[in-house]
């Protein structure tokens, strides 16, 4: 089982949506989490809803990790602050 961690907000041409989107074509399986400081800032347009939870920074390591065996354990999360 695979797993990404990535934040929304990043560098260049692609946000973290596109990434899990992109990344998911060639490996279908792949869980998502994301993460982001940003809220008011995320440009939802609707990619990557369903993937994953988001975890809103600052988080706790409890969070993190609970986030993270959910979806190894096959949880479906939605995006949204979790």
Not at 11 to 40: C, M, N, W
């Amino acid at each position: 089982m695979s797993l990404l961690f990535t934040d929304i907000v990043m560098p260049g041409e692609i946000d973290g949506f596109e990434l899990a989107h992109q990344a998911k074509q060639f490996l279908p399986s792949l869980r998502v989490v994301y993460t982001s400081g940003f809220l008011k800032d995320i440009p939802w347009g609707g990619k990557g809803i369903g993937y994953g939870p988001l975890l809103q920074k600052p988080w706790r390591q409890a969070q993190l990790i609970a986030a993270v065996e959910a979806q190894l354990r096959g949880g479906a999360g939605s995006a949204g602050q979790s």
